[in-house]
């Protein structure tokens, strides 16, 4: 019996929509993960790949709460809602008419990723969630998601050599945005590491006293706002696309959120609730980073599903 077509001649509609899907399953997962670390629930299952010898599921046990069990149980279990999710993306990138090599190259990285971040998550196990390795892990999860939302935007452009439609020293101020992000992403773990939010009391804390990395992680996220600003400034000067200044309006939105939710969580006391709400909107500015970043190029147009290769027209 013949497959329907939406299967084995997918459109680029169903590619996007797979590609979005993924940017909104890799950002499920970081936040899940960050449950798992602010609730102390990272042993809820303390052996890996199996939930308890002998046991894939959780099992009661008197030393581990039910609800710690639940949460990384299913932190567990997304995991493998991602990875399928990743791979019908793949499918669909290189089934879908005509075959462009970027679009499978990028949707190849996720299932990839989803195995290498399960590896990562053994290891955080095996070393009883010390903290570097769960900041490897959340790390990972970043580039995942920028990568998926670099994806959703090759579902809808050319194979071509990118083309810049902002100035290189524009340019260059967005590469200096993308190193700001992650080097706020990195401090953003090490607060985390340093403070209550660790893990269960018996995981070991980074010993930095944490109003430092407070201070740390405050200043890179106004150097971040600085840059997004200095970039506003020369946007207004160009003739930019609608894409990139939707894009640059989603970062700008994005980051101001992202600094409200930091400066009340900090004078609340890190509450657990504002932590995790934290890290969702980390992934926003994760995801609007790399829009913007993906707006800043051009790559031709969708190429007709009769082609052979992307159309080389002229950027519009």
């Not at 340093?194 to 893990?199: D, E, K, M």
């Not at 004078?267 to 993906?294: D, R």
Request: charge should be positive; aromatic fraction near 6%; include cysteine.
């Amino acid at each position: 019996m013949p497959l329907p077509n939406w299967i084995s001649r997918p459109s680029p509609r169903i590619v996007r929509a797979l590609a979005v899907a993924v940017v909104v399953t890799q950002s499920l997962i970081a936040v899940t993960g960050a449950t798992v670390r602010v609730t102390g629930s990272g042993l809820g299952c303390p052996t890996w790949p199996q939930c308890f010898p002998g046991s894939m599921v959780p099992i009661s046990h008197a030393e581990i709460a039910p609800l710690h069990q639940a949460i990384e149980f299913g932190n567990r279990l997304l995991t493998g809602v991602v990875g399928f999710i990743a791979l019908a993306c793949l499918l669909a990138a290189w089934r879908c008419p005509p075959h462009r090599r970027r679009l499978v190259g990028l949707a190849l990285i996720m299932p990839v990723g989803v195995v290498v971040q399960a590896i990562i998550g053994g290891m955080t196990v095996l070393v009883d969630l010390a903290w570097w390795s769960v900041s490897v892990h959340f790390m990972a999860s970043a580039v995942l998601i920028f990568l998926a939302t670099i994806l959703v935007k090759a579902t809808s452009e050319g194979d071509r050599a990118p083309v810049g439609v902002i100035p290189r020293s524009m340019r260059h101020l967005l590469t200096a945005l993308v190193v700001v992000t992650a080097a706020t992403l990195v401090a953003g773990t090490l607060v985390t590491a340093a403070g209550p939010h660790a893990g269960d009391p018996a995981t070991p804390r980074l010993g930095f006293p944490v109003p430092t990395l407070v201070q740390t992680h405050s200043t890179l996220v106004m150097a971040y706002v600085l840059i997004l600003a200095v970039f506003g400034v020369w946007l207004r000067n160009t003739r930019p696309t609608k894409g990139l200044l939707k894009a640059y309006g989603a970062a700008c939105a994005m980051v101001l959120v992202q600094g409200a939710i930091g400066s009340v969580q900090y004078y609340l006391g890190v509450p657990e609730g504002l932590v995790i709400l934290h890290v969702a909107a980390a992934t926003g500015v994760i995801i609007t980073t790399a829009a913007l970043w993906g707006e800043s190029r051009y790559r031709g147009p969708l190429p007709a599903p009769g082609s052979t290769r992307a159309a080389e027209s002229a950027p519009a």
